[in-house]
């Protein structure tokens, strides 16, 4: 049978093996939770090579779909935790890597989950590698790096525009809260990108793949706090800061007597303030926020 002869060969996914896969389980690939699939096995050890990933090493996969990347992880030697919501999927990734990859099949858990609702994980993740839905990527790189203070590193692939947003310095045109916000945890680069072609089915956009590293934290300021502040300077990102933030001190007035006392200009914009900027402006908030 043509997918018997399919399933008893091994590696990592081939395209005929995924349109295999998605057939058996019926899957029609949702545009809601952004999923695309990685069918390109040299694309997927090129992102297990970036990541730097070493055997033995935990890491923690959100959304693995039909296995592309985790078979990839596991070949490299790591002890794979993978956080799928889709239940025919979850059921069927273990089944996949015994059948493709049998010696590592005791080296991957799978939890089926929401990956911004999981609180804990044993054994904790040192590392995240994902190919992550395009409409939750931000929220999933927050949440897990707020949860899991044992993630040091990491590599995710998002759509190219949220790559360059997520990395972007200061000043620049599309640095805004992601870019801020992951600069609290991580320093991060973009390093690579990923045509449309490797995925089934074809998005219509490229793909980026963003590496970061933990680093200790701007502040010994609060952090929901400090994120507070800057969703309020980039939520009327065209004004002045002394604007922007004026509902948060009560006046125009106020923001800039604590802007000037945090040593920021009143008149600069909240797209040129470093995380570490924003986090100076938290002492001086009224005892109310």
Same mark, same amino acid.
């Given at each position: +049978?043509?997918?018997? !002869? ?41 992102? *297990? ?21 985790? @078979? ?16 025919? @999927? ?64 990491? @590599?995710? +692939?998002?759509? @190219? ?12 045109? *599309? ?41 200790? !934290? ?21 004004? +002045?800061?002394? !604007? ?9 007035? !106020? ?35």
């Amino acid at each position: +049978m043509a997918r018997g !002869a399919t399933m008893a060969e091994h590696g990592l996914l081939d395209p005929k093996t995924i349109r295999t896969l998605a057939a058996e389980l019926d899957l029609r690939p949702s545009k809601q939770r952004g999923q695309n699939f990685v069918i390109d096995p040299n694309t997927v050890r090129r992102i *297990v090579a970036l990541s730097g990933v070493k055997p033995g090493e935990v890491v923690l996969e959100v959304g693995p779909g039909l296995g592309s990347l985790t @078979l990839g992880l596991l070949e490299a030697g790591a002890l794979v935790t993978a956080v799928e919501i889709e239940s025919s @999927l979850a059921t069927r990734l273990a089944r996949t890597v015994s059948e493709r990859l049998p010696d590592a099949a005791d080296r991957l858990t799978v939890v089926e989950a929401d990956a911004l609702r999981i609180t804990e994980l044993d054994p904790p993740p040192t590392r995240v590698v994902a190919n992550l839905p395009y409409n939750i990527s931000v929220p999933v790189i927050l949440h897990l790096l707020a949860t899991f203070p044992s993630i040091t590193s990491g @590599l995710v +692939m998002v759509q @190219l525009e949220v790559a360059d947003r997520l990395v972007a310095p200061p000043g620049s045109k *599309v640095y805004g809260t992601p870019s801020a916000k992951l600069a609290w945890y991580a320093s991060a680069s973009r390093v690579g990108t990923v045509p449309p072609s490797v995925f089934w089915p074809v998005p219509n956009v490229e793909s980026g793949l963003v590496a970061f590293s933990r680093r200790d !934290a701007p502040s010994t300021v609060d952090r929901q706090t400090t994120f507070d502040v800057v969703d309020a300077a980039f939520g009327q990102r065209r004004k +002045m800061l002394r !604007a922007a933030l004026s509902g948060v001190f009560g006046s125009s007035t !106020a923001a800039s007597d604590a802007l000037e006392a945090a040593g920021i200009d009143p008149t600069r914009r909240g797209e040129t303030l470093t995380i570490q900027q924003f986090a100076a402006i938290v002492p001086h908030l009224p005892p109310t926020v």
